[in-house]
């Protein structure tokens, strides 16, 4: 019983909690990005204004029943930015004209015919139509700008068509729906374009720069990590958070194809208010985007070293520490410069890529040959040395120590130890597995170089992709018509927008963890 009793108050505290955590939650989605709260605010509105077709005796005279074709239109077009608005909005009122069209036609050939015909006709006109419209909607360019569109011209057809056999006033009917729906368009673009606007382009814009900077952040972090003098013991939690902050960092970069292509897409529909009205390259900023993605794979293969089960010791990670921090350093100078670049809509510097990376690659090559026992092993780093003073000339392939003979020497050696049968216990053999695998690859001579080996390559692989990224700012930058570099410091300019952007796309990220 008192047990019962305990796990019944424990269960009515949890539930108390509730509230108070919904309520925290919500306060904290409204903090994070108060346009969640203005975009709620104006759908509320827009629902209120609808409302009074039906709720206002001359009003609802006018439209009857139908207003309720106003208030869902409002919910279902009325989107969060102006771009995904209007292609919802102009879907909508295009497909609804072109089915009422479409459908009186049809009722003005149907009423030519008899009764039984009369029915047969109709029957026959919607298989046709809703086959055709169906078909219609695979073709990918219409499946990727009109294909709501298309769905709303089969929704509204068929009603119009199917209640015309039965409904003698059909005609009115659909004209009414058409008004109402008008309205519900209009109130809607009118919340959307007029009131604190929400642009998919600006949003595009911003979270490109918003992932140039993230890239940077994780960049660096990783590297300042591998290369901590501290102890992992008594600094864990400290290292969690900062592998945490790594991993929401290429992980809001990774995770942004289909939100690009999206907001690319919304970002087509909205008006351009540019001088020269030129078409803007929305799906430049979606190719650079997909760039970002390749360029983030090495940002994941950087965090995938400092979680690898076999390490190089700190020793010898100090070895190379100056050289390798400067190189990350230098690249997210540099992927900083072009976030800064398109956030001001400036063309990139000529000497984006300064001096100083390539003397940090050029120390880093230099530390790398000055240890070469580290990852050639003693003998091969001997035999390399004196074919070097006798010779003068390199060999061809570097001898290195046979690697099959240690391993089967070492399993070998300890099939002859004590351990217990096979047939004994299959959780001693799992046990014995690991064990097996860590002593062979430790017994390498250059194993404990080799993890290390694999992350300066990493960072040579960065560098040598940071090409591509200033190549695809650079094109954006000229088919954008960015204004020129001056060389005149005004990146001091704070873009709010881009800073919430950031924090947005930080917010999915946490969310989707």
């Given at each position: 019983m008192q047990k019962g009793s305990e796990v019944a108050k424990n269960t009515m505290i949890k539930i108390g909690k509730v509230p108070a955590s919904a309520c925290k939650t919500l306060l904290k989605l409204g903090r994070d990005d108060p346009r969640r709260v203005i975009h709620s605010l104006k759908v509320g509105t827009a629902l209120t204004l609808v409302s009074f077709l039906y709720l206002l005796e001359p009003l609802f005279e006018g439209v009857g029943q139908n207003a309720m074709w106003a208030v869902m239109t409002v919910v279902v077009v009325l989107e969060f930015t102006?771009?995904?608005t209007l292609c919802k909005g102009l879907n909508r009122g295009l497909g609804t004209i072109c089915a009422a069209s479409l459908a009186f036609f049809i009722e003005f050939v149907a009423e030519k015919t008899g009764h039984k015909s009369r029915a047969v006709f109709i029957g026959t006109s919607v298989c046709v139509?809703?086959?055709?419209?169906?078909y219609l909607r695979f073709v990918p360019y219409i499946k990727k700008n009109y294909d709501y569109g298309v769905l709303i011209f089969l929704l509204t057809f068929g009603l119009i068509t199917v209640s015309s056999y039965r409904v003698e006033n059909v005609l009115n009917i659909a004209r009414e729906r058409i008004y109402t729906i008008a309205i519900g368009c209009s109130i809607c673009l009118l919340m959307s374009l007029l009131i604190l606007p929400n642009w998919s382009g600006e949003d595009l814009h911003c979270?490109?720069?918003?992932k140039l900077e993230a890239l940077a952040r994780s960049i660096e972090a990783c590297v300042s990590d591998y290369f901590s003098d501290k102890d992992k013991e008594v600094i864990e939690e400290e290292a969690e958070t900062a592998r945490d902050s790594i991993y929401r960092g290429y992980r809001a970069?990774?995770?942004s194809k289909s939100t690009d292509e999206n907001l690319a897409h919304f970002a087509n529909w909205e008006p351009r208010f540019s001088k020269n009205c030129h078409r803007y390259p929305w799906h430049l900023y979606v190719k650079l985007g997909g760039v970002l993605r390749h360029f983030g794979y090495i940002a994941v293969a950087l965090h995938g070293c400092l979680?690898?089960?076999?390490?190089?010791?700190?020793?010898v990670r100090s070895l190379f520490r100056d050289p390798c921090t400067r190189v990350a350093t230098e690249v997210s100078k540099v992927l900083l410069e072009l976030g800064t670049s398109i956030k001001n809509r400036r063309r990139v510097s000529p000497d984006v890529l300064s001096d100083n990376l390539h003397k940090a690659l050029h120390d880093l090559d230099i530390a790398i040959k000055s240890q070469p026992r580290l990852f050639l092993g003693s003998n091969s780093?001997?035999?390399m040395l004196a074919n070097w003073?006798?010779?003068k000339e390199m060999s061809p392939r570097v001898t290195l120590p046979s690697v099959k003979t240690d391993v089967s020497a070492l399993l070998s050696e300890l099939r002859n130890k004590k351990v217990p049968e096979q047939s004994k216990d299959s959780k001693e053999r799992k046990q014995l597995r690991p064990t097996l695998s860590k002593l062979a690859i430790t017994s390498l001579e250059f194993s404990e170089a080799l993890p290390f080996a694999a992350f300066a390559s990493l960072l040579v692989e960065m560098v040598a992709r940071l090409d591509l990224v200033i190549e695809h700012v650079e094109e954006l930058g000229k088919a954008a018509n960015f204004k020129e570099f001056t060389g005149i410091k005004d990146d001091l300019v704070i873009d709010m927008s881009c800073k919430e952007n950031g924090r947005e796309m930080q917010n999915q990220t946490q969310v989707g963890e």
């Open positions: 102006a771009g995904a139509v809703g086959f055709t419209a169906t979270s490109t720069v918003s970069v990774m995770d979680e690898s089960e076999i390490q190089t010791p700190r020793s780093a001997n035999n003073k006798n010779d």
